[in-house]
């Protein structure tokens, strides 16, 4: 079964500049999640959708931070623009359920690097 | 507000040791999930405990979910290298909600 895939891995751009992710979760998964891990912390969930609606948005900070899912399998997150505080690894999961109760998947993150 | 405290922080030991690290909270937990995380990498799931004073193993690591559903423990027998990664733990408020991620423990495992 292919995993959660994530592009890119690694990404530096300048404070103000616009940058987005990419996520197709793994297939048959409803339920995809964007995280934000900040170097020492545990992910922080942004947002969560269920096929191609958002089910939890409440911690994405909306002014700068947007993500869609239009045809319920893959997904893009974006920044614009980025804050210096943006600095973390992005990581997207799927789930069976909604809530993820039998775990979440997770992909290998994006790093980004805000200078 | 950190719902979940991990303890301690950061551990490193030598191949062949046992250690137990900790998740704790003032809240109670309809379930609770542990992950390790490489670097580089995503967190993968380890277990799910959902009963108080559950006690699951897988391999060289024991599970335990306190009566209370407050708290669990990570228990690993005689560490190696492979071991070696970020263990984070989640738990879930109520039937339903979301799990929410605790700091992690960062361990260090010597060959």
């Known amino acids: 079964e292919a995993g959660v895939a994530q592009s890119p891995r690694y990404k530096i751009i300048e404070k103000r500049q616009s940058v987005a992710f990419w996520c197709n979760p793994i297939?048959?998964?409803?339920?995809l999640y964007w995280y934000q891990q900040i170097l020492g912390q545990g992910p922080k969930l942004l947002i969560q959708f269920q096929n191609n609606g958002v089910v939890d948005d409440s911690q994405l900070p909306k002014d700068r931070f947007s993500a869609e899912r239009l045809k319920g399998v893959d997904s893009t997150l974006k920044i614009q623009p980025a804050k210096l505080e943006d600095s973390a690894v992005y990581l997207c999961a799927s789930s069976l359920g909604v809530r993820g109760a039998r775990g979440y998947t997770f992909g290998s993150g994006t790093r980004l690097t805000v200078v | 507000t950190q719902l979940l405290e991990q303890s301690p922080q950061f551990l490193s030991i030598q191949e062949g040791e046992n250690l137990t690290v900790y998740c704790n909270s003032s809240s109670v937990f309809s379930s609770l999930q542990w992950y390790r995380q490489e670097p580089g990498e995503g967190p993968v799931l380890l277990v799910t405990?959902?009963?108080?004073?559950e006690v699951k193993k897988l391999k060289r690591l024991t599970f335990q979910f306190g009566d209370a559903r407050k708290d669990s423990s990570l228990h690993i027998t005689a560490a190696q290298p492979g071991d070696t990664g970020l263990y984070l733990c989640a738990g879930a408020p109520y039937y339903g909600q979301n799990f929410v991620f605790g700091p992690g423990t960062r361990l260090s495992v010597l060959p």
């Open positions: 405990v959902v009963t108080g004073g």
């Open positions: 297939s048959g998964h409803a339920t």
